[in-house]
């Protein structure tokens, strides 16, 4: 015959007992196992946003081989250019209101700001070319692309969410 003491409910430590007695002719032995649970879990929102201010060139070169192109580009800044990006506006308050619904989530940030000053200084330089080559393969047509460009973007990032987790730890004694 086996007995059991239940745990107690959302206790998160508790100790089970089985007892096991086993009928002998001149008498009874009764057997004990005790078994430990240790159960924990939890949960955790998280929120996280980032702003990133990236400037720089891009060439691009697209030829076949009836074309010659080349792109070529070098950006100098003054020392005056700069890049902020700031979370907090002048009295300190920021916001970020999250919406979902079922197709998808939005987000109305409030006081993110983003403020880039990029000065363009001498020796700055953009120059593409592309040109038929001398006796190009008739049999080709003559396709061709370049392009030097300088870029600035500010991109902002937000992540809104939430994990858990649940540990159960058992030891039998």
């Given at each position: 015959?086996?007995?059991?003491?239940?745990?107690?409910?959302?206790?998160?430590?508790?100790?089970?007992?089985?007892?096991?007695?086993?009928?002998?002719?001149?008498?009874?032995?009764?057997?004990?196992?005790?078994?430990?649970?240790?159960?924990?879990?939890?949960?955790?929102?998280?929120?996280?946003?980032?702003?990133?201010?990236?400037?720089?060139?891009?060439?691009?070169?697209?030829?076949?081989?009836?074309?010659?192109?080349?792109?070529?580009?070098?950006?100098?800044?003054?020392?005056?250019?700069?890049?902020t990006?700031?979370?907090?506006?002048?009295?300190?308050?920021?916001?970020?209101?999250?919406?979902?619904?079922?197709?998808?989530?939005?987000?109305?940030?409030?006081?993110?700001?983003?403020?880039?000053?990029?000065?363009?200084?001498?020796?700055?330089?953009?120059?593409?070319s592309?040109?038929?080559?001398?006796?190009?393969?008739?049999?080709?047509?003559?396709?061709?692309?370049?392009?030097?460009?300088?870029?600035?973007?500010?991109?902002?990032?937000?992540?809104?969410?939430?994990?858990?987790?649940?540990?159960?730890?058992?030891?039998?004694f």
């Amino acid at each position: 015959m086996a007995f059991f003491v239940p745990p107690k409910s959302r206790q998160p430590q508790f100790l089970w007992l089985a007892f096991l007695c086993v009928g002998i002719s001149s008498g009874a032995k009764c057997l004990a196992q005790a078994t430990q649970i240790n159960q924990s879990s939890g949960s955790k929102n998280y929120f996280s946003y980032q702003v990133q201010s990236t400037f720089g060139t891009t060439t691009s070169v697209n030829a076949n081989a009836n074309v010659s192109a080349q792109a070529e580009a070098q950006l100098n800044l003054k020392p005056n250019s700069f890049v902020t990006n700031k979370f907090g506006d002048d009295s300190g308050n920021a916001s970020a209101v999250f919406t979902a619904t079922p197709s998808g989530a939005n987000v109305n940030l409030s006081g993110v700001s983003a403020h880039n000053m990029l000065i363009i200084d001498k020796g700055t330089y953009f120059k593409s070319s592309s040109k038929t080559i001398d006796n190009p393969n008739p049999n080709l047509p003559s396709i061709g692309s370049a392009s030097a460009l300088g870029n600035h973007t500010s991109t902002i990032t937000v992540e809104n969410g939430s994990t858990s987790f649940s540990n159960t730890l058992q030891q039998s004694f």
